[in-house]
């Protein structure tokens, strides 16, 4: 142990650090090196550092372990080849159920059960650390392929569209688990690892799906059976994964929950203030509760334009995706009974959607100029694609059109996430998403009851294709106003005359608490030069550089 000169009477050195917390928002706070007047030398810190290297390499080999086998786990549950041929299947002679029953009748019942299970698997698989959700996901996979082998009736079906939409609201359980495991500094490469894993594992379930259809003439009752093998096979691997210690919401650190102020006055009421009776206690929980908290952080949030807007756009654009995918096979059948490329097209799509995002990264643009046209774009392609899809009968434009629509809608899904989780934290970040999923559920039940159901319109296929083209019109001009006058408010005030909250809409969240904490100091009112750049996925750096030197001109 290195010795430490001791000077008596020395002033606390007090240094200011940048402290990044896990959502990426970051903060100035205070922190006071005291040793009885000491100063701590860095040598001894080095010291330190280099006697927990053995501990780091231990840690190392057991995260790459736990990689190897989620990322194991992600591709097995996603092998069922016979999904993308569950359609020709009910409407096979395996169950010869009609086109109308299957339209109006069965595929309604998943947008309905699926709104009614989203929120209590989301809570769930918080309060129950994510692992036993992975079980329940592979457990309700095996209920659905025993009732399309065994079932017959409607209702049999019916009821297989609902344990499929507990399936997908357990999907959130998946990608929160892979976050609880790591530390913060290994996220970026988790997620990328895990959704990599996933693609492939749709892609090679598709492309082997479609083999055996083809060329091995395998029926789609062999594939189901192919199918419950793999989730059977998968249920036995989820049994044997790492159960997580703590959560985002109910299971949370004592280190990173903190005492609250509320507790401290019970533990400690002090000399002039009486002990709160029972009920202000429970409401003093309440008001503090991190909940509680987090719901009035984020309705201050709101009010940042970018957000409302990719919000709004998850919101909307998500439900007519969905209803999209939910019936494009119907109308793929009624086009061509005698072709079926069902599992090369979901196969097709899905590389094109890894690349559409991964090609989404190295967007550089100005986001908050051009997020609109941008949306509006391709909100334009989209509705062109739907009403094509609805009009032309020729089976090879239908499937061209759906993979670039499905490759369209996942362009933006990245650029969407990163531009609302940019200035969140991890735990605000998770409620937002959770919120947009379940107003787009909603949003898309509504669409289904109204259009699809036969207790409401009980239109067909190819009359629903005609109005989610409308719907997506709707939006498309909706978009393309609102990108018009944006543009016509540049061009007003010009580029030298550009309103405060775009500069402050522009700024990092680390600048925006640099500048508060520089205000309550008594500080310049504007960010200071050494505060860290912008990131640089937002492609915003020299634009808030121009901003700065207008603002000083």
């Known amino acids: 142990m ?5 000077r008596r009477g020395a002033r606390v050195a007090r240094k200011e650090t940048p402290l990044s917390t896990p959502g990426g928002v970051s903060s100035l706070v205070t922190r006071s090196h005291e040793d009885l007047g000491t100063m701590v030398p860095t040598g001894q810190v080095a010291e330190k550092q280099a006697c927990k290297e053995p501990g780091q390499d231990h840690e190392l080999q057991s995260w790459r372990c736990l990689v190897v086998y989620l990322c194991f786990f992600g591709f097995m549950a996603q092998l069922r080849p016979g999904e993308s041929f569950i359609t020709p299947y009910l409407l096979g002679p395996d169950h010869n159920f009609t086109a109308k029953q299957v339209t109006n009748e069965i595929i309604p019942v998943l947008p309905y059960s699926h709104l009614a299970v989203l929120v209590p698997v989301f809570l769930l698989t918080d309060y129950l650390r994510y692992k036993p959700i992975l079980v329940l996901q592979c457990l309700s996979f095996v209920c659905v392929w025993l009732l399309l082998l065994l079932g017959r009736s409607v209702v049999h079906m019916q009821l297989m569209e609902f344990f499929y939409s507990i399936t997908m609201a357990a999907r959130i359980a998946y990608s929160s688990y892979i976050f609880s495991l790591v530390r913060p500094s290994r996220y970026q490469r988790m997620a990328s690892y895990s959704r990599a894993a996933v693609l492939l594992g749709v892609f090679t379930s598709s492309v082997l799906g479609q083999v055996l259809f083809t060329w091995e003439h395998v029926s789609t009752t062999m594939l189901n059976y192919i199918s419950l093998g793999f989730i059977i096979f998968s249920l036995v691997l989820s049994l044997f994964l790492k159960r997580p210690k703590h959560s985002l919401f109910f299971n949370r650190s004592a280190l ?17 203030r009486p002990e709160p009776g029972k009920l202000e206690r429970v409401l003093g929980t309440c008001r503090d509760s991190f909940l509680v908290r987090m719901l009035s952080e984020l309705v201050q949030n709101a009010r940042q334009p970018q957000l409302r807007l990719w919000c709004l756009w998850w919101v909307f654009n998500s439900a007519g995706y969905y209803l999209i995918t939910y019936y494009v096979h119907v109308l793929w059948k009624n086009t061509n009974d005698n072709l079926t490329y069902n599992g090369a097209v979901d196969a097709a799509s899905t590389l094109l959607s890894a690349i559409t995002s991964f090609s989404a990264g190295f967007v550089k643009i100005r986001w908050a100029l051009w997020s609109k046209s941008v949306i509006t774009s391709v909100i334009a392609i989209q509705a062109g694609l739907v009403f094509c899809m609805c009009k032309v009968k020729n089976i090879w434009i239908l ?17 969407a996430t990163f531009q609302i989780a940019s200035s969140l934290s991890k735990e605000l970040c998770a409620l937002v998403f959770g ?22 319109l009980g239109l067909t296929v190819e009359s629903q294709f005609l109005i989610y083209s409308m719907y997506f019109l709707v939006l498309f001009i909706i978009c393309f106003v609102g990108a018009v006058l944006d543009g016509w408010r540049y061009c007003r005030h010009g580029h030298h005359h550009q309103p405060l909250p775009l500069a402050q809409e522009l700024r990092s969240p680390l600048e925006n608490s640099v500048q508060v904490l520089s205000v309550q100091d008594g500080g310049p009112k504007g960010p200071q030069p050494s505060a860290p750049p912008l990131l640089s996925e937002d492609g915003l750096e020299d634009s808030v550089a121009d901003l700065r030197v207008e603002a000083k001109a």
């Open 435 to 456: 919120i947009n999923t379940f107003l787009a559920t909603m949003l898309k039940t509504s669409i289904t009851l109204v259009v699809s159901d036969k207790r409401g």
């Open 256 to 272: 990173v929950r903190g005492a609250l102020p509320c507790e401290l006055d019970q533990m400690h009421p002090g000399p002039g």
């Open 399 to 415: 499937y061209v059109a759906f993979a670039l629509f499905r490759g369209a809608y996942q362009f933006l899904v990245p650029i």
């Open 2 to 6: 290195c010795a430490c000169p001791s």
